[in-house]
């Protein structure tokens, strides 16, 4: 029994529903309620994003950047995780967002939304292991002596992501005891940090939160170009967009947690909430420590450690630096978790060259285990290619992270748009138990549609103006791929009476690893 409370029926109801998708029940179901929501909140990690991009809010509009334009940022993503949670709780599979795209639309529709999401994965994954990096370099390096360069950043990633792989191979056990952990570590450290800035604060002047002034340019220590008021304050909400992702995972990894039908949307939508909450409020505290907001802003990207050691003693200051640099590790961890099982899944289906080793479960760990070291070796990869190649004088890295959240963003945008098409059609005729009602979820993937012509918007600004460019490119190529090559050969996920015929190679897939629950 994996937790208190589910039973040998809850387990064969679980199983069932996979069975009614066409897929057998190779993975371990282990992840709990908490846990699930766990590998969500975990990627998120507001002291991940929230810290590292802390810059794109205080060398923007300044604290109504945090005051103001955290909460506008948090409640456009969870406007998709509400959307999405409908979703989820109807088709609770691994790598949810590729069948959802698939089932409410049809094949090219799962095939686009599986490549948007899987790149936004890989990508992302480099991009929070260099953010820890980044972090590591700025809290301990001038005590490790330990400089910030490529070669010393490369193998930092090899070393980490390796160790984030190794993990996640040895089992979701193991694994979910570290993201439970690291759940519980994040609220402590975003309360640790809030108590630390209040304690440490001259004084708390409140009106800083809600008081506007353009740092764009030079003010803001070239954070962002010079530009109009209202695109500052536009621009800062990439800091709650940006950290306020990743809570797909909590869908990905839907067959590995009991009661996944209730479970995984509710875990959704929770790990965006308290995200967001806890963010705001170590982020709040922290512009009230700030000695002066215009000296803050001039740090640029080093605000937050210049802050530190203007107002904190330096063994406390040393202690939250651990417990965040802990949390982005693990961020890390979880977000292999994500990108593996979006791999499996969409292998599974033929959608990847080399399917059939991708695809391949661990009988003795009962993990994807070909998935977890491709997503992980591939991140490290992209991070080592594109920082040695530059655009219009911008690293490629940062114009490609720039895309990973439009693509990220589109990935859930496409199955959600399919939804309102599809809600009440043979396509979609069933609900899940996590049931909002047609108004509720028709609101919410409008408002979902808006966010995401938002989120392109400020996404293609400079010095990002190059996201746009490989956006359309990755558009244009996938047309290309599709219409060339992979219309005529990817069958997509099992429908109909492929579902009924599948049965046996289902029994004889579960007995290969072990699987006898049900």
């Not at 292999?336 to 292998?347: Q, Y």
């Not at 290309?480 to 599948?502: K, T, Y």
Request: glycine share 10%; charged share 10%; with cysteine.
């Amino acid at each position: 029994m994996a937790a208190p409370g589910y039973t040998d029926v809850d387990k064969a109801e679980d199983v069932k529903h996979l069975h009614s998708m066409g897929y057998a029940q190779e993975l371990e179901r282990r992840l709990s309620r908490f846990s699930n929501f766990a590998v969500s909140f975990s990627i998120i990690c507001i002291l991940s994003g929230g810290i590292n991009s802390l810059a794109q809010g205080t060398s923007g509009a300044g604290g109504i950047g945090i005051g103001i334009g955290w909460l506008v940022g948090c409640f456009v993503s969870l406007t998709f995780a509400v959307a999405m949670s409908q979703i989820s709780s109807a088709y609770p599979t691994a790598g949810g967002l590729y069948h959802w795209g698939s089932i409410l639309g049809n094949r090219g529709t799962g095939w686009v939304t599986a490549w948007l999401n899987l790149l936004g994965l890989i990508t992302v994954l480099g991009a929070i292991n260099v953010g820890t990096w980044t972090f590591f370099v700025g809290a301990f390096g001038p005590a490790l002596g330990i400089e910030g360069t490529l070669t010393n950043q490369m193998i930092f990633l090899v070393v980490v992501t390796g160790l984030q792989a190794l993990i996640n191979h040895l089992g979701i056990k193991l694994t979910a005891k570290l993201t439970d952990f690291s759940g519980y570590l994040i609220f402590f450290g975003a309360i640790l940090i809030a108590v630390v800035c209040l304690i440490s604060a001259e004084h708390w002047d409140f009106s800083r939160l809600f008081t506007f002034h353009n740092y764009s340019g030079d003010a803001g220590g070239g954070v962002w170009p010079s530009v109009s008021n209202a695109w500052v304050f536009a621009l800062g909400l990439l800091l709650p967009i940006y950290t306020i992702t990743g809570y797909d995972a909590s869908a990905h990894t839907s067959e590995e947690t009991i009661k996944a039908a209730s479970s995984v949307p509710r875990a959704m939508v929770m790990s965006v909430v308290w995200s967001a909450l806890f963010g705001y409020l170590f982020l709040v505290a922290f512009v009230l420590m700030i000695p002066n907001m215009d000296d803050a802003a001039k740090q640029g990207w080093n605000v937050f450690f210049w802050a530190f050691d203007q107002r904190v003693s330096p063994g406390v200051k040393e202690f939250v630096y651990l417990v965040v640099f802990v949390s982005q590790l693990l961020c890390g961890l979880a977000t292999v978790t994500s990108a593996s099982r979006m791999i499996f899944a969409f292998s599974r289906d033929g959608g990847l060259p080399g399917s059939a080793a991708l695809a391949k479960v661990s009988p003795t760990y009962r993990t994807p285990v070909a998935a977890i070291w491709t997503a992980s070796i591939l991140s490290v990869l992209f991070v080592w290619g594109s920082t040695l190649v530059s655009v219009a004088g911008t690293s490629a890295y940062t114009i490609v992270v720039s895309c990973t959240v439009i693509f990220l963003f589109l990935s859930f945008t496409v199955p959600i748009v399919l939804g309102m098409l599809a809600w009440g059609t043979p396509k979609w005729d069933k609900m899940g138990p996590w049931n909002m009602g047609r108004g509720v979820f028709m609101l919410f993937a409008f408002l979902s549609i808006v966010s995401m012509i938002l989120i392109f918007v400020i996404g293609i600004q400079p010095p990002n103006d190059w996201a746009l460019y490989i956006t359309v490119g990755f558009f244009i190529l996938t047309a290309i791929v599709w219409f060339g090559f992979e219309r005529n050969r990817f069958q997509g996920p099992p429908l109909g009476d492929i579902i009924a015929a599948r049965q046996a190679a289902i029994k004889a897939a579960e007995q290969a690893v072990g699987e006898t629950g049900h």
